[in-house]
């Protein structure tokens, strides 16, 4: 089992999603990509709702680097100054391959770390991360293990290379620059903010450091409210000029990617922009896209056998073209 501490929704109002259910095309997808959850909102509206495999309106999933982006967003309403170095914050991370970086590192993965994104090998982060059982080969903890990754043989901001550590790092930060746990953080800042219906729940390392970079638990309708968020510029939550730039980084950085994601155009923010939509994706198969120009946000809920398979992948990425192309035609 993994520890986990709960994100309040507090007793604010709730943001409505009002069903109006329309006979979208969406084909075999619901029962051939392993789908547990697909919900889609036509300008605020609930048009489509479908679950699958027990899951329920009720059921807290899993969203696996989700969390990063919910990060991304709370970043943006703390108003962190992107230029600080992150030792200024983390001082133990000095001296380590972390030095050097910015918050702006971290935010759009290019801090030059030797990190191998491996989901098949990096168990030694998972079980700092309390998501496997304690080993004497790994550091018990995220912040013991942190200042053990050296630099990478390049430079900060030189390119994108999509690290777990980095997140969960910018989570550390965020703790310290607003004086609270980043449960509470997530709570005051942005879930109770955006109306969520639900309490969220955010895994933690054995020393309650939050694992934020894949360890973020809520339901469908929740995560529709934060990309609801996404495509409403905001919605008076996090500033706008924040939002424009989700998935806007160096352009140099992206071409020169260690890291390859199907469709991708752009990564800033912890968001990626994907056919001109800012789009939080998971491994194992979970989406929240969000498209200003259709009025449309699709959240997706997965359990693929296989971390980042292509052809579950362009599935998904052609169903939510799809969507759009049905509901803003």
Known sequence: MVPTVVVARGDGPLLELPEQPLALDVGDFL?????????VLHEGALVLEAYRNEMRPDTLHLSQSVGKSVLGLLVGVLQLDPASPITEYVPEVAG??????????????????????????????DAACAWHPPHPDAPATILDYLP?????DWAHGERLHYSTP??????????????????????RELWAPLGAERDALLTVDRAGTAAIGGGFCATLRDYLRLGELVRRDGAGVVPAGWIARLGVGE?????????????????????WRID???????I???????DREAGVVVAILSSWPEATPSAPGRAQLALVDAVCAQLGG
């Open 148 to 152: 053990t990754i050296g630099p990478a």
């Open 251 to 271: 352009d140099r950085a992206f071409e020169n990617s260690t890291w390859v994601t199907e469709g991708a155009s752009g990564y800033g923010g912890q968001w």
């Open 276 to 282: 001109g939509r800012p789009v939080a994706r998971g």
């Open 31 to 39: 029962d051939t990509q392993y789908v547990d959850g697909l919900a």
């Open 284 to 290: 194992h198969g979970q989406l929240v896209a969000a």
């Open 166 to 187: 980095n997140t969960d790092l910018l989570g550390i930060v965020a703790e310290r620059a607003g004086g609270a746990p980043l449960a509470e953080l997530i709570a």
């Open 96 to 125: 380590s391959g972390y030095d050097g970086a910015s918050v702006q590192h971290l935010l759009d993965m290019t801090a030059a770390i030797d990190f191998v994104e491996d989901y098949a090998t990096f168990w030694r982060y």
